[in-house]
Structures are given as C-alpha cells and as structure tokens.
C-alpha cells in the first residue's frame, strides 16, 4: 500500500530533507514516526530535497507499507511523535504508480526578504534579510528573463548531481508589503541552491550593482563564478508541488506568521492584504 501525505516544516533546527548519520533530518523524524505508526520501517520520499534552514510550507511525500491505518491515524500518530516543528497535515492511500517527485508537475517557491537597515530579531531564522534599500521594479524586470526552457548552470551549485541543468521557469514574482519582499518562482524542477542562487543575483539587481539585464547575461554565460554569492537559507520556503488532477491529492495551505498561503503556482500575500 502506497500512502501520500502533506507535511509543513520550520527547517531551523534541522540538517536538511535528507537522511544523515546524526538522525537529524526532516527524512529521519518523518521516518521515525511513520514507521512507529506501522509499527513496521518505511522509507519517506520527498516532492523536493531542501537545504538545511529552509523550510516548507507544503510538502509533499510518500511511502509504502504493508498494514492498513485510517487516514488520521496516520497524521495524529505521526504528530504525536513528530518535533513540534514538523506537521503532517493529511494522509491517504494512492495508487502504485504515483511517486512524489516524478510525478509532480511543478514545484514553488517563495523566498521572503526583510529589507531594512536592521536585521529583525523574532524573524531572523525565517526571513532572509539585506540593509540597504531594494528597488524591487528592477528586481521584477530581471525575474523576468528567468522565464522559459533555459540552462541554468549560472544558479546551479558545484555539488548538485542533477544530470542536466536545463530547466523550465513557469512563472516569476516579485511583490512587496512593506519592508517586505516576496520573491516567487514555480518551475518544473530547480537545480541544487538554484533559488537561493537567484535570489542572490535578484540582490544584486535592487542595490544596483548590476542592470536587470544582467540576469540574461549570466543565462547566457552559464557560468556560475560569474553569479552573486549564494544566498541565507532562512527565508527560502518550498510553497506547494503540483500534480495532475488524477493523482486526487487534497489542497492544503498552512498559514505562515507573514500571512502567506499558497496560490495558483505560488505563493500569494492573503486576501485583504494589498501588494504592489
């Protein structure tokens, strides 16, 4: 029996998505407590691996086993054992041939960026954070030309094992609230640091130490010396994964502190909450 089911994290206090020697990996507590529920070992894939720091707002997984729970036994269980920072948020059986990554469609991704002269203090493992002032129509315009089938070598780190860089960038965005900004991108697939990469580059552009058309240039050089230095982690959140309307997969949008939830593809400031 396979079992499908949505989890939201704060990635602060772990090493990452991926399993390690330590045990402490957003893989390693799901593990524990799934398996304590089929009182049997699972192994726990995942839509998408993130970084150690980075968090998630829906998250997707699977696992196979061989005895049959109600659906929330399987998410109270799992939460009765889990960290409180790790939420499993709905469970149900599906077919044998759906598998969290490879058949999802799309991924999101929101980055949320404090831009203040001060770094904030409550938010400082959730939100990344740069002190001068951003101009975030140039950041848009250079988000922009990240649109399309391209190589993205320039935003792919050294240790990714990816067998190709080639991606497909859907749709890019980026919105403010106040000292707020909200750097949006949903894609096919993203390479490793791919996000925090671009983001890095999109920093560049606001301070104005580059033109918005730069971004094109670093595209076409595909060499990744010539990027911004890769970005904190903190404020990077994987914001939903997309799967073709047959795999029956329940919506699900956790509400974060910044008031965000997730929309059509990515991330979206809450209705009645105006952006610009």
Not at 5 to 18: H, I, K, L, R
Not at 236 to 244: F, I, M, N
Request: proline residues 7%; positive net charge.
């Amino acid at each position: 029996m396979r079992i499908a089911a949505g989890v939201c994290y704060d990635g602060s206090p772990f090493e990452g998505w991926q399993s390690q020697p330590s045990g402490n990996t957003v893989q390693d507590r799901l593990e524990s407590a799934f398996s304590a529920v089929a009182d049997a070992p699972v192994r726990v894939v995942a839509a998408g691996r993130t970084d150690a720091g980075v968090h998630a707002i829906a998250q997707v997984v699977h696992f196979d086993c061989a005895v049959w729970r109600a659906d929330n036994a399987w998410v109270r269980g799992a939460n009765a054992l889990l960290p409180g920072e790790i939420a499993v948020q709905w469970a149900r059986p599906v077919d044998d041939g759906f598998h969290a990554r490879f058949s999802a469609e799309a991924r999101s991704y929101c980055y949320v960026l404090y831009n203040h002269p001060v770094r904030h203090g409550l938010l400082s493992r959730h939100v990344g954070w740069y002190h001068r002032p951003l101009d975030a129509q140039a950041m848009r315009a250079a988000a922009a030309l990240l649109v399309g089938e391209q190589d993205f070598s320039a935003f792919r780190s050294s240790e990714c094992q990816a067998k190709a860089p080639v991606r497909r960038m859907m749709s890019t965005a980026v919105r403010t609230r106040g000292p707020y900004l909200f750097l949006e991108f949903t894609a096919n697939a993203f390479l490793h640091h791919m996000v925090r990469n671009i983001v890095g580059c999109l920093v560049y552009v606001g301070s104005g130490r580059h033109p918005p058309e730069w971004m094109a240039e670093l595209i076409a050089g595909r060499d990744r010396r010539a990027a911004a230095p890769t970005f904190s982690p903190a404020g990077l959140y994987l914001a939903e994964v997309r799967y073709p309307a047959g795999c029956m997969l329940p919506d699900f949008a956790p509400l974060l502190p910044l008031e965000l939830v997730p929309g059509a593809g990515a991330l979206k400031i809450a209705a009645g909450v105006g952006d610009r």
